[in-house]
Structures are given as C-alpha cells and as structure tokens.
C-alpha cells in the first residue's frame, strides 16, 4: 500500500472516530447529518456526470451544503417518542461545543483544523433543526473521495443502537475495499482506536468493544454490514462485508 493510500485510511479513520466521546445521541445526531449531506452530494455528482474528483466544483451552487433533520426523524434516531427541551438543550452544547474536527497528517507532520458547521438554526416552530456545513466539510470529501465505499449510510446509523455498536460501524468503513475488507489488528492498537480512556482487562474489552457490537449489527437486518471477528493471541482479525441493498 503506497503512501497516499496509508495516508488517507488514516485521516478517514480519525475523522469516523473523531466524535466517538460524546454521548451516543450527540455521535448519532453528528454522523446522521454528515451521512444526509453525503447521500445529497453524491445525488448531485450523479446528475451532472461528475465524480469525487470533481467535488469543488459543487461549492459554487446555491444551497449545496445545507440540509434540514425534522424532530420526527431526531424520535426515530433517538428512539424516543418526542423531542424534549432538555434533549434539544443538549444538541445545542454539543454542536457548540464540537463544531471543529483536529486532524493529524504523520506524514508531512501537520494537524488540521477543520471547522464543521458555518451555522446551525433549531426551528422549534416548524419542528427541525437546519445544518449549513462548512466549505471544510468539503475537505472531508476530498480525503474519502479515493475510497467512496467508506460511505457513511445514514439508513445504517438509524439503526445503531449504543456507542458500542457506533464506533466499531465507523471503524469497520475504514477496513472496507470496494464490498469487503479485512485487517489483523494488535489489541493494543485496538484500544487506541475503539477506546481510548478504557482501563479494563483485554476480555471485557474485547468483548464490549468489538465482539458484542459485531455480533449486534450483523445480526441487525436493517444495517448493510457484516463484521466478522477472529481473536489469534494478541491480534483481532476484523472482517467486514458491505450487503447489497
């Protein structure tokens, strides 16, 4: 795998991970959005014959990167019957408090600052909550548009259902080439990537970080990934397989 490869599975997997110590509904509530705006620029790219390498060329267009979530959608994401002040009280720290993304690039030692959101408008009247991205979500575009099946299906992310089963779904897009991907990782490695401020011994976290969670969402019939676990020792061998819908 040449340099450029190495490099951009690793800014992709920080960005997949960058979120993974809010709350479950903070990490949904992010990814979900990113995974609507994903599905409206990949529609668009589609219309006017163009691929990921034509991507800024969109910047231009009137109302590319703003997308709106309604409070029904947030009960099903959320799994709640309604919307809560204290619930949207919440989303509003969350966004203002994690609006920026810090990339690190090994390679050429430098670290990004990537600024997410150019404005958030939560619409209590009409019951939604509207997303302007950033020109930089764009960059985050650009570092994905070399490996587009690391999709974020924002279908899949519905149906996740705790920060367990969030992190390792995130993970497993970044092991993934074309439909399938497989990866033999150090437990170690591992934890620095699934659970960063976990103190428990190698069998629980293994067990609560990747093998329960992977069992979870491969038997969960509404999220289009298979992830199969193998333990050799110290090593996990990750394999992912992404359903044809």
């Known amino acids: ?35 609507k705006l994903d ?5 668009i790219l589609k219309s006017s014959n163009k691929t990921y390498e034509d991507i800024e060329d969109l910047i231009s267009i009137d109302d590319l990167l703003n997308i709106s979530i309604s409070f029904d959608e947030l009960t099903i994401l959320f799994g709640c019957k309604r919307i809560e002040t204290k619930t949207l009280n919440n989303i509003i720290k ?12 090994e390679f050429e030692d430098e670290t990004y600052i990537l600024f997410v959101y150019k404005g958030v408008t939560i619409d209590r009247k009409n019951k939604s909550i509207h997303i302007e991205f950033n020109d930089d979500a764009i960059r985050l575009f650009e570092n ?24 390792l779904y995130l993970y497993a897009l970044t092991i993934l080439r074309g439909s399938e991907g497989v990866i033999t990782m150090k437990i170690e490695n591992l934890r620095n990537i699934l659970g960063e ?27 289009n990934l298979d992830i199969h676990i193998v333990r050799a020792k110290s090593n996990i061998k990750i394999r992912v397989n992404r359903l044809l819908k």
């Open 94 to 105: 969350n966004i203002s408090n994690n609006s920026s993304m810090i990339i690190n690039n």
């Open 144 to 167: 994905i548009r070399t490996m587009p099946f690391c999709r974020i299906d924002f279908e899949d992310i519905l149906n996740l259902e705790n920060k367990y089963q969030m992190n």
């Open 39 to 43: 599905i409206k620029i990949q529609a």
């Open 197 to 223: 401020n976990s103190v428990i011994d190698d069998y629980n976290f293994i067990n609560r970080f990747i093998t329960k969670p992977a069992k979870e969402i491969t038997e969960n019939n509404n999220i």
């Open 1 to 35: 795998m040449n340099k450029i490869n190495l490099k951009n599975i690793n800014m992709l997997r920080q960005v997949l991970q960058q979120y993974r110590e809010l709350t479950f509904n903070s990490n949904k509530f992010f990814y979900y959005s990113y995974g």
